[in-house]
Every structure is written in C-alpha cells, then in structure tokens.
C-alpha cells in the first residue's frame, strides 16, 4: 500500500515494515508523548562552537534520543563500537536543548547519510553521521518537528469560577 523504498537490494513496504526496519538497525520510535520522539545510534563531529572551529574535532559516536526538543547524547560504555542501545551509558553526557535550531539535510552528494544542526544564536553547528540515507531522512524529518517551540495551551474559553 505504502512505497516501497529499496535497501542494500531487500524491498521493504514504507507504510507496513517501516518500523521494524528502523528497529533491526537499532532504532526505535516511541509513540508517547512522555517518552522520546526518536532514538538511534548518531556519529558527532563539532563543525563549530560559537562560530570558532574547535582544536579537536573527531566523530563521536553516541546514542542519540531527541525528547520534548532536546537532544540526549549517551556515550559509549567502552572505547570499542556499540550498536546497539545496552552498549551506551545509561546517563545522558551531554543535552543539547534544540529548539529554534536550524535542521540541514547535507547538500554534498558525497555524503547523503549526514545531516546538520546548528544554533543561529550562537554560531555553533554539529554534523550527524548515519549508518544510511533513509535513517538520515527518518532523523531529519523528527529533528525539524523537535526544534519547534511547543505550542501554549489556549486559554479556557468557558470560565466556570461564575457559578
């Protein structure tokens, strides 16, 4: 009914098997409100900070959880890759609050599977390298719903206090 989308040669229907595509690549989408938005494995690199290139910049490899517009970086528990999500610290080491960042797909075709996020306030801008093209559409498509501001409750319209 939905798509489909080719991977690495396999068929997968986009409106059918999607999730359980991005759960066999150690992905998961949790569909309360309470819990994250979306979760994955996320190289990092610092492109900026505060409009300055840092001294040291190497890709680090977190798992990533975007949640109520913040980004929770879990780092590895050892210096050996993990993949999946029991193979990171429990603990967040960094939080990143996102909203009102700016969410860039990368325009180098060398690099279709990473991604961007940068703050206009202070000039500091992230690369995000995924394990794919479609994982990196899935992450851009959640990150600019997550770096939107809340919408405030509207006001009650029947005041029920003249009773």
Known sequence: MGSSRSNSGSEFSEHDDSLNWLADRGLDHA???????????????????????????????????????????????????GHER???????????????????????????????????????????HCDSVEVAEVWVANLKEGVKENPKPEKDLIDLGDR
């Open 86 to 128: 029991h193979q990171f610290k429990t603990t967040p080491s960094k939080i990143l609050p996102i909203i009102g960042w700016m969410v860039l797909s990368h325009s180098d075709r060398s690099k279709p599977d990473s991604f961007q996020l940068s703050n206009p306030e202070n000039g500091t801008i992230y690369r995000f």
């Open 31 to 81: 569909s309360s409100a309470t819990s994250c938005q979306f979760e994955g494995l996320l190289k990092r690199k610092c492109v900026l900070k505060r409009g300055r290139r840092p001294s040291m910049n190497p890709w680090t490899r977190y798992w990533v959880l975007l949640r109520r517009g913040q980004l929770l970086l879990h780092s590895s528990k050892s210096l050996g890759s």
